[in-house]
């Protein structure tokens, strides 16, 4: 094969030879474009018009609520491709089918085709154009006949708004990566509304009333032929503290579930589980069978979200990395995992966080002593900055410049009772989970 790769390490290279936004600090283009993507995919066959899909977005809450939807419409009998991002580990994680992540064989083959198509049109894409693009030719490769695509960032300007998702779904709105989206909630909520097209139904997951309101204008000026809004269309009845995860009750307007048990931790949780099962139900046109929610809810697992991986002391990861995301933790924290002893986090930021603001709902917690590191990201905050922020707000701050180092020197200090928790950043919660875990260093 003339533009094919000799193995995965060279496909990886290639790869990584395109822009990168996830590892630059992005801001807003002058002329955003979603045209060479789309010009990608018509060269390709327009391999996004091959299934149907729900596409997902939201300031906190977007992976969760696709990798719920994801086993919802599994558990009804859809062969289900799904986009996510970021990683943790290696790139393959991003592209699954069926549940399971893209081999590094198909991988290989997939980058060789992608690279084939710029060579033959001379596009430019960057690498996570690129990712979109080989996600939607793979899922019709495969013969998926249901896709879930979770925006990288913001929406309307995001790479996978090429898709036509007959369901939109956005969790929920707050202030982050205001330097690519706008300094304003509304700016926001209206950039992440942008999913939304014709003919298809709108879940709106946010609590605040103007959030609804303005994103339930954009959607109708939009053509969506039906909204979904919670605490109207659907609802979080009941959401619960229970054994191994949530008790919660779910309405949507094709009725009732009650009482079903989620295997995933956080309050948070809950709402993103509404999120999903309105996403699934609307997708579908019917209400899911019980047994369907039951064994999808039960069974759906996503690491580096509130995932524990020790005990004594217990240790528990979890990405969150903006100052909702760590006051939904630290709220997580309070509710599920008291201690005896003390708490300490392993934490680093990237420079386009406060790092004050960030580390503010752990302060508040009681957490005893940080960690500080430095992400491994181009766009990581120094760690001596991250300290500075946590010293100021009255924990006592260790400088440990790797976040595998940090988690290490964290554990080795507390005593059975206490609890260490890594967070600020997928990158950093990558880390220190592939050290505990004894993975390779992050790949691709």
Known sequence: MAQGFRDLDAAL??????????????????????????????????????APFVHVT???????????????????????????SPDLHVVNERLSVAGNPIDDDALVDLLGRLRAMEAATGLGLTRFELLTVGALLWFSDEGVDAGVVEVGLGGTWDSTNVIDGSVSVVTNVSLDHTEVLGDTVELIATDKAGIIKPGSTAV????????????????????????????????????????????????????????????LH????????????????????????????????????????????GTRPLVVVDGAHNPAGTKVLADALAEEYVVAGTTS?????????????????LARLG????????????????????AAAASALGMAAVVVEDPGDAIEAAIRDATPDDLVVATGSFYVVGAARGRLLGLPGHRG
Do not use: M
């Open 345 to 361: 986090c392993v934490v680093g930021a990237l420079r386009n966080r406060d790092a004050t603001e960030l580390l503010a709902p």
């Open 204 to 263: 709106l997951g946010d609590r605040a009333a103007s959030t609804l309101e303005l994103q339930s204008g954009i959607a109708r000026s939009n053509g969506a032929a039906a909204l979904w809004r919670r605490g109207e269309e659907f609802s979080l009845v009941r959401n619960e503290l229970a054994v191994g995860g949530r008790l919660v009750t779910i309405t949507t307007p094709f009725g009732n579930h009650r009482d079903v048990g989620l295997s």
């Open 367 to 386: 957490v005893a002593r940080a960690y500080c590191c430095r992400a491994d990201s181009p766009r990581a905050l120094d760690a001596a900055s991250v």
């Open 58 to 84: 939201g300031t906190n809450g977007k992976g969760s609520t696709t990798a719920i939807t994801a086993a919802l419409l599994t558990e009804a009998g859809r062969r289900v491709g799904t986009f996510t």
């Open 13 to 50: 290279e290639w790869l990584g030879g395109h822009v990168d936004y996830e590892r630059t600090s992005p801001t807003r283009r002058d002329v955003p474009t979603l045209e060479p993507v789309a010009d990608a995919l018509a060269a390709l066959g327009d391999p996004h018009r091959d």
């Open 266 to 309: 956080g309050a948070h949780q809950g709402d993103n589980a509404s999120c999903a099962l309105a996403a699934a139900e609307a997708f579908l046109g019917c209400r899911v069978d019980a047994d369907v929610v039951a064994a999808a809810f039960a069974g759906v697992r996503i690491p580096g979200r509130l995932e524990v991986l």
